[in-house]
């Protein structure tokens, strides 16, 4: 048995690549999961719980036929995500997880998170996750009417480089800050966490100030292939998919 984590789908009409291979791991590899953990931007724009749209409908039918199954499914909210809400996690069977949030991973207390809050270099970005997570903002971003946020989710699409892979650059400036990744493990009492965000799938060993080693583990996006992490009591192990072509099969 083992426990998945997934992060960075950024899931969109556009990309049905994408959307293929989210749904067959769903249907394969994931079926005889422990648990499986999604850790933020599963989609690239998630505008509420009320979106009609058949894509919307369609992701959540696939995540309610696999916690079905009996699959525990948790999701910790990303950037590109971050209004999904209780309406969501009704209609999907999926568990709604603070950022960052501690679990029990076969004996290793974890720390999971979705990674933007690591990337401290990047001031002009957490100023503005400051505020747009703020409670009163939300409520008014949710009370614009759904057309209204459909264009505006359209719009950020449009302007946005989410559906290619990110330049060196911007990767650069995401990246999470080291003195900011050793105070979470400090602040959380771990020695491994697991997140996404950066695009930059490895594992990475850190010193701690008591001497101790600790363990980071970072997911890919799915830009140009699925991403995957498989732990088992025993083993860690980053797994790459290859994207089917579109119209691989009928969803």
């Not at 009320?50 to 079905?68: G, K, M, P």
């Not at 989410?162 to 400090?186: C, G, K, R, W």
């Amino acid at each position: 048995m083992a426990t998945w984590f997934i992060s960075d789908l950024h899931l969109s009409p556009s990309r049905p690549d994408i959307a293929h291979l989210f749904f067959d791991f769903l249907r394969d590899s994931a079926r005889g999961a422990d648990r499986l953990f999604i850790l933020g931007d599963l989609f690239d724009a998630w505008i509420g719980d009320d979106d009609t749209s058949v894509f919307a409908a369609q992701v959540q039918q696939e995540l309610r036929h696999f916690t079905d199954h009996g699959i525990p499914t948790y999701f910790i909210a990303g950037n590109r995500d971050f209004l999904v809400g209780n309406t969501f996690a009704e209609a999907t069977g999926v568990e709604l997880l603070d950022d960052p949030t501690v679990i029990d991973l076969y004996g290793t207390p974890t720390l999971l998170l979705h990674g933007d809050l690591l990337c401290s270099d990047d001031h002009n970005y957490q100023r503005f996750r400051h505020w747009i997570r703020k409670p009163w903002l939300t409520r008014v971003l949710l009370s614009l009417p759904l057309t209204l946020r459909m264009k505006i989710a359209t719009k950020l699409r449009q302007s946005s480089k989410t559906q290619q892979p990110l330049s060196e650059a911007e990767l650069e400036i995401m990246d999470a800050n080291p003195t900011t990744i050793v105070d979470y493990f400090n602040t959380y009492n771990v020695q491994q966490m697991i997140h996404g965000h950066t695009h930059r799938p490895a594992t990475h060993e850190h010193e701690l100030a008591s001497g101790q080693h600790a363990t980071r583990i970072v997911l890919g996006d799915w830009y140009t292939q699925g991403s995957m992490l498989k732990v088992t009591a025993h083993s860690c192990e980053l797994t790459q998919q290859p994207l089917p072509e579109v119209g691989h099969y009928e969803t």
